[in-house]
C-alpha cells in the first residue's frame, strides 16, 4: 500500500471489518446456483495462466456481456456480488492468500455502443467494489484491449465507475496488443495464438468445479 504502516494499517482494518460485515469467507461455503450465467453469459471473465512475474492472469470478455440477465431479474445486483465475492475469495484460498496480485486484461471486441448504460457501469462498481474492500491490494494492473473507434467517447465513464486507486493502473492498448502482450504473459488463450481456449484453464475448471461441489445438493 502506498504511504505510511498506519495508513496500510488501517486499510487492512477497513476490509477486515467489510469481510466480516458481508460474511466473505462464507461464500465458500455458498451455494452458487447462478455461477455459470454470470460466468458465462452476464460477464465472461477467466482465470488464465500467469504473467512472466507471476502474477495470476484474468481474461474480462466485456465484448461478450449481457445486460439482459441483470434487466430481467435473473440474476440481482446483490447475487452478482456474491458471485465476485466467491471468485476472489476462491483466488486467495487456492493462491497466495490476500497477496495474490492479479492481472486483468478487459477484452472489449464486439461491445456495442448502446451496451455502455447504467446496467454495464453498475456492474462494473459491482466487481470493483469487491475488489476494493475484499482485496484492496490485489489489481496490479488492468489492460484495456480491442478497442473500437468510439471507446475514447465513452471510457471516462467506464473509468470513473473504478475506484480511485484502481483507475491509474489502467491502461489502453492499440491493435497490436498480442505483441505488447507477449512481453507480459507466460500464455495466451487458443482466442489469441495459444493453446488453451477460454475457460479451459486448469484454474478455471478448479474454481468450476469449487461451485458445481457447493450447488451439487439444490
Known amino acids: 500500500c502506498c ?22 469467507a462464507g461464500s465458500l461455503r455458498e451455494p452458487q446456483p447462478r455461477y455459470e450465467v454470470i460466468k458465462r453469459r452476464l460477464y465472461p471473465h477467466f482465470l488464465h495462466g500467469r504473467t512472466k512475474q507471476g502474477e495470476l492472469v484474468m481474461w474480462e470478455l466485456l465484448g461478450k456481456l449481457d445486460t439482459s440477465v441483470l434487466r430481467s431479474g435473473e440474476v440481482s445486483k446483490e ?11 476462491f ?24 451496451e455502455v448504460n447504467s446496467f454495464l457501469l453498475r456492474l462494473i462498481s459491482t466487481t470493483s467494489t469487491v475488489v476494493e474492500n ?15 473507434s468510439w471507446f475514447g ?4 465513464g467506464i473509468k470513473r465507475a473504478l475506484p480511485a486507486e484502481i483507475r491509474d493502473k489502467v491502461h489502453v492498448l492499440g491493435p497490436d496488443f498480442v505483441h505488447r502482450l507477449a512481453d ?24 468450476a468445479d469449487a461451485a458445481r461441489k457447493l450447488t451439487a445438493g439444490l
Not at 467517447?153 to 471516462?156: C, E, Q, S
Open 3 to 24: 504511504g505510511s504502516a498506519e495508513a496500510a494499517a488501517a486499510r487492512w482494518a477497513r476490509t477486515a471489518r467489510w469481510r466480516r460485515e458481508n460474511d466473505a
Open 79 to 89: 447475487c452478482a456480488m456474491r458471485h465476485f465475492v466467491f471468485v476472489h475469495e
Open 91 to 114: 483466488i486467495s484460498e487456492r493462491f497466495e492468500g490476500e497477496r495474490t496480485r492479479l492481472v486483468t486484461i478487459l477484452d472489449v471486441q464486439g461491445l456495442r455502443f448502446a
Open 134 to 148: 475484499l482485496v484492496p491490494f490485489r489489481a496490479s494492473k488492468i489492460i484495456v484491449v480491442n478497442t473500437p
Open 153 to 156: 467517447a465513452v471510457f471516462g
Open 184 to 207: 507480459l504473459l507466460e500464455e495466451f488463450p487458443a482466442e489469441h495464438g495459444g493453446e488453451i481456449p477460454l475457460g479451459d484453464h486448469d484454474d478455471e475448471r478448479a474454481m
